[in-house]
Each structure stands twice: as structure tokens, then as C-alpha cells.
């Protein structure tokens, strides 16, 4: 079984920066992909931005230029860096991690507003 732990989330104002970290219980090496999705009210779960094993990335239009995704190896975690942030952000932000064996392993999410 797969742990992931996510933190980092909360209230920032439009254009400001907030950095999401995820936690895993098992090296990062173990999985064939890790990314982070969000969910609007209403609206549902999509791609923010996404890392392979083998390091290639990839994001969703709306955060290009603006979000970053890269992985602390060792410690197990991967972060989110967000810039420029909208209200449009404004979300649950998740976890998932691409066990080879196992498939996809969901963290239990962060939120993030994005509000004057």
C-alpha cells in the first residue's frame, strides 16, 4: 500500500505563489509516474501537471509558464511550485502516484483558494 500525504495548500491572493508538496512512502523511483490533479466545485478532477520516471513533464495549457513540477528524490516528495496563481486555481489540489504493480494511489488533498 502506497501512503501519499499532501501539504502547502491555502489562502493566497491572486498573483501570489504557493508551493504543494507530496510525501510518499515509497521512493519515488518505485513509480512510473507521480503528478498532481485538482478538482473545482462543480467541475471535474484534471491534469495540472504530470513527471515520468524517465523526467519528462507535462502540463496542463492553463498552468504552462506558470506551475512547475520536480521531485526531491531524496525525500520522497514531489512539489507543485505555483506562480501567478488566478482565482481559476482555486481548487482541491491531489497527488497520484503510478505504482507499476498496483496502478494509481490518490492522495487526500489540499486546498487551494485563490481570493482577494
Known amino acids: 500500500q502506497v501512503q501519499l500525504v499532501e501539504s502547502g495548500g491555502g489562502l493566497v491572493q491572486p498573483g501570489g505563489s504557493l508551493r504543494l508538496a507530496c510525501a510518499t512512502s515509497?521512493?519515488?523511483?518505485?513509480?512510473?509516474?507521480m503528478g498532481w490533479y485538482r478538482q473545482a466545485p462543480g467541475k471535474e478532477r484534471e491534469l495540472v501537471a504530470r513527471v515520468t520516471i524517465n523526467d519528462r513533464t507535462t502540463y496542463a495549457d492553463s498552468v504552462k509558464g506558470r506551475f512547475t513540477i520536480s521531485s526531491y528524490n531524496a525525500k520522497n516528495t514531489v512539489y507543485l511550485q505555483m506562480n501567478s496563481l488566478k482565482p481559476e486555481d482555486t481548487a482541491v489540489y491531489y497527488c497520484?502516484?503510478?505504482?507499476?504493480?498496483?496502478?494509481?494511489?490518490w492522495g487526500q488533498g489540499t486546498q487551494v483558494t485563490v481570493s482577494s
Open positions: 515509497k521512493s519515488i523511483f518505485s513509480f512510473n509516474a
Open positions: 497520484l502516484a503510478v505504482d507499476p504493480l498496483s496502478g494509481n494511489f
